[in-house]
């Protein structure tokens, strides 16, 4: 198999409709850049995230049950940014960024992405319960 330079790979083109959706569900997540910056390089697990681990790593803006970190990070994963890491058993419980995911940390520096606002949250919220497709 041949390694790939991710250097010379080209990018995928993302529509600002999309892009605009995923930086609002960044915003609006409980997760910290530096958890964005160490899954550019690689997987994280959920034990490094969830709980005191989460804070004790800066992966989180509070301390997050195992509970309410999968369901911030499968949301992530239904926008489009995360995928869960499979090894030769099956699904793990480690997390990796998507190309989006990948391009959104690259591109942006965390200030770019900005506070999310009253109407940022609602409308993740909405999106997230309803599960529409905006």
Known sequence: MRAVDSQTQKKFA???????????????SPFKLSL????????????????????????????LSELAADNALLWLI???????????????????????????????SFQSWGVPTIGDRLLNALIRIFRLPF
């Open 36 to 63: 964005f910056e160490q899954m550019l390089s690689e997987r994280v697990a959920m034990s490094e995230i969830s709980g005191l681990n989460g804070l004790k790593n800066n992966y989180t803006k509070r301390s």
């Open 78 to 108: 239904e926008v489009g940014l995360l995928r869960r890491e499979v090894d030769g058993q099956g699904i793990t419980d480690s997390f990796r960024l998507t190309p989006l995911g990948r391009q959104l940390v690259e591109d942006a």
């Open 14 to 28: 993302y529509t600002d409709f999309t892009q605009k959706r995923a930086i609002r569900a960044l915003r609006c």
